[in-house]
């Protein structure tokens, strides 16, 4: 007998200004089964089940569950269709108490208004019994390890008797002790007839616990196969799948001296033990899944982050960073991932945020700024990253995503930079504007700047690096020069296969 598919997600598109996340994505789950969704960072995964959790919408198409279709335009409509999202990034109050978050708008009400508190905590206390989470329904959520709430996630879908539940990289916070617990808690749900999706980067949890695995690439799904009817290397090359000749403008620039040089830097928890050096006019990329620990080296080197252990060498000698305005100063920058949180204050002017990469220079003695020197500084940097606005005294938060990067970049490279660490530097931009960010990586490259390119996207790190570096939970797993890093040794090494295979 032929499993039953618990859901259909069919015909789902969904773009965020004009960049097309999700197209004509049509993905089902079988009942009973664990179903994993595999696929790059940026395939498309976890915003596909947002739109199944009603935390976005999706531009058209439609959900079924048990051959019913539904309308889920918010969180409420997908629990009350009994599925329930457990993201990576844990959606606990911690002031709350265990209880209170499992219940947590669905709570016991008298008559008179008030919570039936003991009869609630008396529920919670026999659900976690139940599943033998050693968890005290009364305890406060902050009080809880990491690997605790994750578990609290999971009794919270139990508490909603969600039928179909989804689980995003459940056990990138898990020893192996726990991960074991999780998968017998999982084995659990489907010997229940429960349905489990679960998202997972990780290949040996696949192949462990999956039933059905389903594969996506760049917002389009790719098909789905039992897990008994795949391999390891047939999963990798259809998350691959691409070619990626003549997308990026990357050119030949000669290659200088060494300009930075890590060796053994460690950070407790985070990484471990990650050597590397980066030369005047190379792009080093840094490749690896989410939670790699590539943003933490960065950090690290940039002095946001204290080193437990390790050296960092500028050119030949020895530096010590304490902090980003040591960084800085040694002529080190780093952009980061978030650049509308971390990067710009988006209410100022353009010119004034170009401004403050140099407002040191920039200021007399008495601490006024020379306008005229600002202004004819800010239209400088406009040309030069070809910075698309009208008006530079227009706020940032009027430029698109890629201008908004260009205006990063503007800021921090008015000043005299050697090592420049771009963190994602096209996330969520157009593709016309990426091809422009790319052409400017380039031309810093060819001015003998040494940079180093955090990317989540594969294509990119290969059509645009020198070197790729490939990290795996906070290892370093293997440097290799462009000519040998193909998109399978790269994404077998991001998935800790220790030969590249």
Not at 65 to 86: C, L
Not at 167 to 179: C, I, R, W
Not at 214 to 235: C, H, K, N, Y
Not at 240 to 264: A, Q, W, Y
């Given at each position: 007998?032929?499993?039953?598919?618990?859901?259909?997600?069919q015909?789902?598109?969904?773009?965020?200004?004009?960049?097309?996340?999700?197209?004509d994505?049509?993905?089902?789950a079988?009942?009973?089964?664990?179903?994993v969704?595999?696929?790059?960072?940026?395939?498309?995964?976890?915003?596909l089940?947002?739109?199944?959790?009603?935390?976005?919408?999706?531009?058209?198409?439609?959900?079924?569950v048990?051959?019913?279709?539904?309308?889920?335009s918010?969180?409420?409509?997908?629990?009350a269709?009994?599925v329930?999202?457990?993201?990576?990034?844990?959606?606990l109050?911690?002031?709350?108490?265990?209880?209170?978050?499992?219940n947590l708008?669905?709570?016991?009400?008298?008559?008179?208004?008030f919570?039936?508190i003991k009869?609630?905590?008396?529920?919670?206390q026999a659900?976690?019994?139940?599943?033998?989470l050693?968890?005290d329904?009364?305890?406060?959520?902050?009080?809880?390890?990491?690997?605790?709430?994750?578990m609290?996630?999971?009794?919270?879908?139990?508490?909603s008797?969600?039928?179909?539940?989804?689980?995003?990289e459940p056990t990138?916070s898990l020893?192996?002790k726990?991960?074991?617990s999780?998968?017998?808690?999982i084995?659990r749900l489907?010997?229940?007839?429960?349905?489990?999706?679960?998202i997972?980067?990780?290949m040996?949890?696949?192949?462990?616990?999956?039933?059905?695995?389903?594969?996506?690439r760049?917002?389009?799904?790719?098909?789905?196969?039992?897990?008994?009817?795949?391999?390891?290397?047939?999963?990798?090359?259809?998350?691959?799948?691409?070619?990626?000749?003549?997308?990026?403008?990357?050119?030949?620039?000669?290659?200088?001296?060494?300009?930075?040089?890590v060796?053994?830097?460690?950070?407790?928890?985070?990484?471990?033990?990650v050597?590397?050096?980066?030369?005047?006019?190379?792009?080093?990329?840094?490749?690896?899944?989410?939670?790699a620990?590539?943003?933490?080296?960065?950090l690290?080197i940039?002095?946001?982050l204290?080193?437990?252990?390790g050296?960092?060498f500028?050119?030949g000698?020895?530096i010590?960073?304490?902090?980003?305005?040591?960084a800085?100063?040694?002529?080190i920058?780093?952009?980061?991932?978030?650049?509308k949180?971390?990067?710009l204050?988006?209410?100022?002017?353009?010119?004034?945020n170009?401004?403050?990469?140099?407002?040191d220079?920039?200021?007399s003695?008495?601490?006024?700024?020379d306008?005229?020197?600002?202004?004819?500084l800010?239209?400088?940097?406009?040309?030069?990253?070809?910075?698309?606005?009208?008006?530079?005294?227009?706020?940032?938060?009027?430029?698109?995503?890629?201008?908004q990067?260009?205006?990063?970049?503007?800021?921090w490279?008015?000043?005299?930079?050697?090592v420049?660490?771009?963190d994602?530097p096209?996330r969520?931009?157009d593709?016309?504007?990426?091809?422009?960010?790319?052409r400017?990586i380039?031309e810093?490259?060819?001015?003998g700047?040494?940079?180093?390119m955090?990317?989540?996207?594969l294509?990119e790190v290969?059509?645009?690096?020198?070197?790729?570096m490939?990290?795996?939970e906070g290892r370093?797993?293997?440097?290799?020069?462009?000519?040998?890093?193909?998109?399978?040794?790269?994404?077998?090494y991001s998935?800790?296969?220790?030969?590249?295979?």
């Amino acid at each position: 007998m032929a499993d039953e598919k618990a859901l259909e997600m069919q015909h789902i598109f969904k773009s965020f200004g004009g960049v097309h996340a999700l197209k004509d994505v049509s993905f089902c789950a079988y009942r009973g089964k664990v179903n994993v969704l595999m696929g790059e960072n940026g395939a498309g995964k976890s915003t596909l089940m947002r739109v199944l959790a009603g935390a976005i919408t999706g531009d058209s198409g439609v959900i079924l569950v048990d051959g019913k279709e539904v309308q889920i335009s918010r969180p409420q409509d997908s629990k009350a269709a009994g599925v329930a999202m457990i993201y990576q990034e844990l959606n606990l109050v911690p002031q709350m108490t265990v209880e209170a978050n499992m219940n947590l708008g669905d709570e016991w009400i008298r008559t008179a208004g008030f919570v039936r508190i003991k009869d609630s905590v008396k529920r919670a206390q026999a659900l976690l019994d139940e599943y033998d989470l050693d968890i005290d329904a009364k305890a406060e959520v902050s009080s809880l390890s990491i690997a605790e709430q994750q578990m609290l996630e999971i009794a919270k879908a139990l508490a909603s008797d969600a039928k179909i539940i989804v689980m995003d990289e459940p056990t990138s916070s898990l020893t192996t002790k726990e991960v074991n617990s999780l998968f017998k808690i999982i084995n659990r749900l489907t010997s229940e007839n429960r349905t489990v999706i679960y998202i997972s980067h990780r290949m040996e949890e696949v192949f462990q616990i999956g039933d059905y695995v389903s594969v996506m690439r760049d917002g389009t799904f790719v098909g789905v196969w039992p897990i008994a009817e795949v391999t390891q290397a047939d999963l990798i090359a259809s998350m691959v799948g691409r070619n990626i000749n003549n997308m990026f403008p990357k050119e030949t620039v000669p290659i200088g001296e060494e300009v930075l040089s890590v060796r053994r830097l460690t950070h407790k928890g985070l990484f471990e033990d990650v050597s590397f050096t980066v030369r005047a006019g190379e792009i080093l990329g840094f490749s690896g899944l989410v939670g790699a620990g590539r943003t933490e080296v960065a950090l690290t080197i940039f002095g946001a982050l204290h080193a437990d252990a390790g050296e960092v060498f500028l050119h030949g000698e020895k530096i010590q960073i304490r902090s980003p305005k040591d960084a800085i100063d040694k002529k080190i920058v780093y952009i980061p991932e978030d650049r509308k949180t971390l990067a710009l204050d988006l209410r100022a002017k353009i010119s004034d945020n170009i401004a403050l990469g140099v407002l040191d220079k920039l200021c007399s003695r008495l601490g006024f700024v020379d306008q005229t020197a600002e202004k004819k500084l800010c239209e400088e940097q406009k040309v030069r990253f070809r910075i698309k606005t009208p008006d530079m005294s227009l706020p940032a938060n009027s430029l698109s995503g890629g201008n908004q990067q260009k205006v990063v970049l503007a800021k921090w490279l008015s000043r005299d930079v050697d090592v420049l660490i771009l963190d994602e530097p096209t996330r969520g931009i157009d593709v016309g504007s990426k091809e422009e960010i790319y052409r400017l990586i380039v031309e810093l490259a060819r001015e003998g700047k040494a940079i180093i390119m955090i990317s989540s996207e594969l294509p990119e790190v290969l059509g645009m690096s020198d070197t790729v570096m490939v990290m795996y939970e906070g290892r370093k797993m293997a440097e290799l020069p462009i000519v040998e890093a193909t998109q399978e040794r790269v994404l077998a090494y991001s998935f800790g296969h220790k030969d590249g295979k």
